[in-house]
């Protein structure tokens, strides 16, 4: 490669069940139901804090009704998997998601700056506006909200959380045994919030968390959601499998992120990138080969059907990507930010669904190779400007977070592209992302268009 050497490259390391390929819990070695194990959660968090990684991100489905009974989902309970993974490691974040649909802002800041406590200061919430219809049968039933809703309440709860999270100012705790004080109580506010959606008193039942408040990623790719990670978000997840793609992208979240009054360097942009990693390249594709052949065609037939909204009967293997079927992305009920990065890599390379279905990545950026190709890649990437770091999607677990922190991070690290060791106490310094900040007014500044 050449040309000026990018930034220290950060990484997030996601997990799903047992792994991000459909695949995964058949062509891997152990249990079907390992995903439910302590232990392989403790093997995962310690080989990734071996490797240096910046933080562990665990996806949650809070229900299995996507996939049924088909393959194992993320669906055990965030913060305990959390919690479990902070008793066995000392420097590594660890992120979870959590509904702003189905969870109430009181507790889950509690929850968090829990976890944030009993951490040292390494947690970091992934705040997601859930669009699956099926969760609300779970919740009550009744009518689930459409876009705009779930995105004007999201807001409302962000900024609910917030304000909690701060609502004990720094030097609040005086624990003076000698004159009696545990805390100024002008130091401890509370928020009086009564909106929309929520009414909540306040304040928290504890002091402000080691790094002043854990980490916010989000992940929302539509203008609406845009907006709302250029307002909230320390770390946005995304999809983009196109170069160009990926820098409008960056591009235009710091352009947001600018016209909130905020330094775009401040929001840091971790795009998925799917690895299948082998010491040699004829290694990686007989890896990436026995993961696509267990699963079967019709099974990633129906997930990419659903990934961008058209029947299964629309989808002919060997027949180009029917993008022209598509349907306008208003009226589109899932991610738009997924869709639009597949539509956009299947018109871009021509590809037929066949191919599609093998390049796609599940959703995101796919890379299958040496340590030496994806660190190619992933160099690449950062010197155009399309990534702050990545959020690795780990094709299958535990033997790819192994594969990652026994051969891609030598490599990085050869480069000069990654950390060796942990230099940065919490989970917000080693991100590079600065001090939390004060909460933006609701109102907030005017973002771009899209």
Same mark, same amino acid.
């Given at each position: 490669?050449?040309?000026?050497?990018?930034?220290?490259?950060?990484?997030?390391?996601?997990?799903?069940?047992?792994?991000?390929?459909?695949?995964?819990?058949?062509?891997?070695?152990?249990?079907?139901?390992?995903?439910?194990?302590?232990?392989?959660?403790?093997?995962?968090?310690?080989?990734?804090?071996?490797?240096?990684?910046?933080?562990?991100?665990?996806?949650?489905?809070?229900?299995?009704?996507?996939?049924?009974?088909?393959?194992?989902?993320?669906?055990?309970?965030?913060?305990?998997?959390?919690?479990?993974?902070?008793?066995?490691?000392?420097?590594?974040?660890?992120?979870?998601?959590?509904?702003?649909?189905?969870?109430? =802002?009181?507790? &889950?800041?509690?929850? *968090?700056?829990? #976890?944030?406590? &009993?951490?040292?200061?390494?947690?970091?919430?992934?705040?997601?506006?859930?669009?699956?219809?099926?969760?609300?049968?779970?919740?009550?039933?009744?009518?689930?909200?459409?876009?705009?809703?779930?995105?004007?309440?999201?807001?409302? *709860?962000?900024?609910?959380?917030?304000?909690?999270?701060?609502?004990?100012? =720094?030097?609040?705790?005086?624990? !003076?045994?000698? /004159?009696?004080?545990?805390?100024?109580?002008?130091?401890?506010?509370?928020?009086?919030?009564?909106?929309?959606? *929520?009414?909540?008193? /306040?304040?928290?039942?504890?002091?402000?968390?080691?790094?002043? %408040?854990?980490?916010?990623?989000?992940?929302?790719?539509?203008?609406?959601?845009?907006?709302?990670?250029?307002?909230?978000? !320390?770390?946005?997840?995304?999809?983009?499998?196109?170069?160009?793609?990926?820098?409008?992208? %960056?591009?235009?979240?710091?352009?947001?992120?600018?016209?909130? /009054? $905020?330094?775009?360097?401040?929001?840091?942009?971790?795009?998925?990138?799917?690895?299948?990693?082998?010491?040699?390249?004829?290694?990686?594709?007989?890896?990436?080969? $026995?993961?696509?052949?267990?699963?079967?065609?019709?099974?990633? &037939?129906?997930?990419?059907?659903?990934?961008?909204?058209?029947?299964?009967?629309?989808?002919?293997?060997?027949?180009?990507?029917?993008?022209?079927?598509?349907?306008?992305?208003?009226?589109?009920?899932?991610?738009?930010?997924?869709?639009?990065?597949?539509?956009?890599?299947?018109?871009?390379?021509? #590809?037929?669904?066949?191919?599609?279905?093998?390049?796609?990545?599940?959703?995101?950026?796919?890379?299958?190779?040496?340590?030496?190709?994806?660190?190619?890649?992933?160099?690449?990437?950062?010197?155009?400007?399309?990534?702050?770091?990545?959020?690795?999607?780990?094709?299958?677990?535990?033997?790819?977070?192994?594969?990652?922190? !026994?051969? &891609?991070?030598?490599?990085?690290?050869?480069? /000069?592209?990654?950390?060796?060791?942990?230099?940065?106490?919490?989970?917000?310094?080693?991100?590079?992302?600065?001090?939390?900040?004060?909460?933006?007014?609701?109102?907030?500044?005017?973002?771009?268009?899209?």
């Amino acid at each position: 490669m050449t040309g000026e050497s990018p930034s220290m490259i950060v990484t997030a390391a996601l997990m799903h069940g047992l792994g991000m390929h459909t695949g995964a819990w058949l062509a891997r070695d152990g249990a079907a139901d390992d995903h439910l194990s302590a232990a392989l959660y403790k093997d995962i968090a310690r080989t990734a804090e071996r490797g240096g990684l910046h933080a562990l991100f665990l996806a949650e489905q809070m229900t299995n009704q996507e996939v049924g009974t088909e393959r194992p989902c993320g669906a055990l309970d965030t913060a305990t998997v959390l919690a479990l993974m902070a008793g066995v490691t000392e420097h590594i974040g660890l992120v979870g998601t959590a509904s702003t649909t189905y969870n109430e =802002p009181y507790e &889950l800041a509690r929850r *968090f700056a829990t #976890l944030d406590h &009993l951490s040292g200061g390494r947690v970091g919430w992934n705040s997601i506006a859930t669009q699956n219809p099926t969760v609300v049968e779970q919740f009550g039933g009744g009518e689930s909200l459409d876009h705009e809703q779930r995105y004007a309440r999201a807001d409302e *709860f962000i900024d609910v959380v917030l304000r909690l999270w701060d609502s004990w100012e =720094p030097d609040a705790l005086v624990g !003076d045994k000698d /004159g009696g004080v545990f805390a100024r109580e002008d130091g401890v506010h509370e928020i009086g919030h009564t909106g929309r959606y *929520f009414s909540v008193r /306040g304040p928290l039942p504890f002091p402000r968390t080691p790094q002043g %408040r854990p980490v916010i990623f989000q992940a929302g790719s539509s203008p609406r959601g845009r907006d709302q990670a250029a307002k909230f978000a !320390d770390v946005v997840f995304t999809a983009q499998h196109l170069l160009k793609d990926a820098v409008d992208f %960056r591009s235009d979240m710091r352009a947001r992120a600018a016209a909130y /009054g $905020r330094d775009p360097d401040s929001i840091k942009i971790l795009p998925g990138i799917s690895l299948v990693l082998g010491a040699t390249m004829e290694e990686a594709r007989r890896r990436k080969e $026995r993961l696509d052949e267990v699963f079967g065609t019709g099974p990633n &037939l129906r997930k990419l059907a659903k990934r961008v909204g058209l029947p299964v009967a629309a989808l002919v293997l060997d027949e180009k990507f029917p993008a022209h079927l598509l349907g306008p992305d208003e009226e589109f009920k899932g991610s738009i930010g997924f869709r639009r990065s597949i539509v956009n890599l299947a018109v871009e390379k021509s #590809l037929t669904v066949r191919e599609l279905i093998a390049e796609y990545g599940g959703g995101h950026h796919q890379v299958v190779g040496t340590p030496e190709q994806v660190a190619d890649d992933m160099q690449e990437r950062m010197e155009a400007g399309a990534a702050d770091g990545f959020t690795l999607m780990i094709d299958m677990l535990p033997s790819g977070i192994h594969d990652v922190v !026994d051969l &891609l991070v030598p490599e990085l690290r050869r480069r /000069g592209l990654f950390q060796d060791g942990y230099p940065h106490t919490t989970l917000r310094d080693s991100l590079g992302i600065g001090p939390a900040r004060p909460a933006p007014t609701a109102a907030g500044a005017a973002a771009p268009a899209a």
